[in-house]
């Protein structure tokens, strides 16, 4: 499946539920898949995680 159609699929199936469950219910299905995507990156190892908690964190060097 290319980008392409992902990206079609994706706000198609938000479309969907937008009309047939209602505004949270699209809102939870685009935050949960924000959050899969985001596990999927560490997993994948393209996120470092001691980067961003050296960045967030209260002591900076």
């Known amino acids: 499946m290319s980008r392409r159609q992902f990206g079609f699929l994706v706000g198609f199936l938000i479309a969907w539920l937008w009309v047939s469950v209602g505004f949270l219910a699209a809102v939870g299905a685009v ?10 990156r560490v997993v994948e190892g393209d996120v470092d995680i001691r980067e961003w908690t050296d960045r967030f964190s209260a002591s900076h060097h």
Do not use: D, L, Q, S
């Open 31 to 40: 935050v949960a898949g924000v959050v899969g995507y985001w596990v999927a």
